[in-house]
């Protein structure tokens, strides 16, 4: 079975760029998480999904951040523009549903460099 | 908020030590769970704690969620060189929202 796949796996832009990260995950999981992994630190979420709805997006930098969940399989996440602090690990994650009993999977991760 | 202290930061040992690592916090949780993250990849869940008390072993792993329900530890017996990696606490609070510690570095010498 695949695992959750992300894509890039390495971006590097100037700030004030915008740059987007993709993420299919596993098949049939209904929840998507999308983290952010500082240099040196462990995940922080930044938004979860359940099918295609955003149900908590309370930490999610809405001034210059966006993602979508179409249909509610592969998601995006947009950042526009890009700012030095934004340099960190993109992570997504898959779970079957929310329930506390379900281990969230995590995909490789998106690093991002913001020069 | 549900903040979580985990020590050591950083390990060097000589393969065959045993290793411990532990999580606090000052927030209850639910859940705790333990992953290993290697370098390029994202973390991978080795151990998940359901109850306050529970001890549970996973090959060289053990893990125990303490009576508090605020702290949980890991011990990894007789190290060899692919346990290298980061090991990251993570408590569950709510259904399936989690937070973080901020990893362990482990280095296992040959």
């Known amino acids: 079975e695949a695992g959750v796949v992300q894509s890039p796996r390495y971006k590097i832009i100037e700030k004030k760029q915008p740059v987007a990260f993709w993420c299919n995950p596993i098949?049939?999981?209904?929840?998507l998480y999308w983290y952010r992994q500082n240099l040196g630190q462990g995940p922080e979420l930044l938004i979860r999904?359940?099918?295609?709805?955003?149900?908590?997006d309370s930490q999610l930098p809405k001034d210059r951040f966006s993602a979508e969940r179409l249909k509610g399989v592969d998601s995006t996440l947009k950042i526009q523009p890009a700012e030095l602090g934004d340099s960190a690990v993109y992570l997504c994650?898959?779970?079957?549903?929310?329930?506390?009993?379900?281990?969230?999977?995590f995909g490789p991760g998106t690093r991002l460099t913001v020069l | 908020g549900q903040q979580l202290n985990q020590s050591p930061q950083s390990m060097f040992i000589q393969e065959g030590e045993d290793v411990s690592m532990n999580c606090t916090s000052s927030?209850?949780?639910?859940?705790w769970l333990w992953y290993k993250q290697d370098p390029g990849e994202g973390p991978v869940l080795l151990i998940a704690?359901?109850?306050?008390?529970e001890l549970t072993s996973n090959g060289r792993l053990t893990a125990q969620f303490g009576i508090t329900r605020k702290d949980s530890f890991l011990n990894i017996s007789a190290s060899i060189p692919s346990d290298v990696g980061i090991y990251f606490c993570?408590?569950?609070?709510?259904?399936?929202?989690?937070?973080f510690g901020a990893g362990t570095r482990l280095t296992v010498k040959p």
């Open positions: 994650a898959s779970s079957q549903d929310y329930s506390s009993y379900n281990e969230q999977f």
């Open positions: 999904y359940e099918n295609e709805e955003a149900v908590d």
């Open positions: 993570a408590g569950r609070y709510n259904n399936n929202d989690m937070r």
């Open positions: 098949s049939g999981h209904n929840t």
């Open positions: 927030s209850i949780f639910n859940t």
């Open positions: 704690l359901y109850k306050a008390g």
